[in-house]
Nanobody
Framework: QVQLVESGGGLVQAGGSLRLPCAASGGTFGNYFMGWFRQAPGKEREFVAAIDRRGEGTYYTDSLNGRFTISRDNAKNTVDLQMNNLKSEDTAVYYC????????????????WGQGTQVTVSS
């Protein structure tokens, strides 16, 4: 079973950037479709971005307007989320997650999760 550990969260001013690395261990990372989700205080967890097993297809929630980029390196067992032009509404706990093989934006279908990393954007 793959295990995931996120890092890179922190406090940033609006308009700034952060990169969230997620390191995988303990399994065949290349078999997993990977996603990033976030949960803001008092809100449900929501889909942010996802990437297919080969890193050839990427998917984003519409509200991002191109500010975030997801990427993966199967040789290093990592999936990263680059976040630019951050806004106060991006404040949330960000989770890296994986599911076997195929595309999904539904968090209920992901079966491996990291512990989460807090991102706080000050206005």
């Amino acid at each position: 079973q793959v295990q995931l550990v996120e890092s890179g969260g922190g406090l940033v001013q609006a308009g700034g950037s952060l990169r969230l690395p997620c390191a995988a261990s303990g399994g065949t990372f290349g078999n997993y479709f990977m996603g990033w989700f976030r949960q803001a205080p008092g809100k449900e967890r929501e889909f942010v971005a996802a990437i297919d097993r080969r890193g050839e297809g990427t998917y984003y929630t519409d509200s991002l307007n191109g500010r975030f980029t997801i990427s993966r390196d199967n040789a290093k067992n990592t999936v990263d989320l680059q976040m630019n032009n951050l806004k106060s509404e991006d404040t949330a706990v960000y989770y890296c997650a994986g599911r076997p093989w195929y595309y999904s934006t539904d968090d209920a279908t992901y079966d491996i999760w990291g512990q989460g990393t807090q991102v706080t954007v000050s206005s």
